[in-house]
């Protein structure tokens, strides 16, 4: 497993206070959180979700998960003509 220092982002390696890198993933509602996870592992497969991820990153994966569920849950627009 690899670890990470303390306060600094796995994701961006910038330096936030510890606390700040495990807060909202732990508040996040967890169908979405697993997508979230999935998705970063995805780019980041050594990644685990006791590694933290800083607030901006995690937001940043939470859209694009998102987007991807509503792409994935679009229905196709039949042609006119």
């Known amino acids: 497993m690899i670890s990470f220092p303390d ?3 796995p994701l961006c390696s910038q ?3 510890r606390e700040l890198l495990h807060e ?7 169908r979405l959180r697993e997508a979230i ?6 780019y980041y497969p050594g990644w685990i979700q006791d ?3 800083c607030g901006p990153c995690w937001r940043s994966y939470r859209d694009a998960s998102r ?12 042609a006119v003509g």
């Open 51 to 53: 590694h933290g991820a």
């Open 15 to 17: 330096v936030h206070a």
């Open 67 to 78: 987007a991807i569920y509503m792409m994935k849950s679009a229905r196709p627009q039949n």
């Open 7 to 9: 306060g600094v982002c």
């Open 37 to 42: 996870i999935k998705l970063i592992q995805a």
């Open 24 to 30: 909202h993933i732990a508040l996040e509602d967890p």
